[in-house]
């Protein structure tokens, strides 16, 4: 179904995003740090919350 989702279900999930994401990143940085600071820009997730709340 094509429902609308809220703007606060979608700022909810996409913290819980993050939540996993970082979750998952610090155990992969024990292995190889570089390669997985390389690999994912946290400077990225405040974007992501911008587009959430609605802001340009």
Do not use: C
């Amino acid at each position: 179904e094509g429902r609308e989702v809220s703007r606060d279900e979608l700022k909810e999930k996409v913290e819980q995003l993050t939540e996993i994401l970082i979750k998952l990143s610090k155990p992969l940085e024990s292995i190889t740090p570089s390669s997985v600071s390389a690999g994912f820009d946290f400077s990225s997730v405040p974007t992501i919350e911008k587009i959430a709340n609605g802001s340009k």
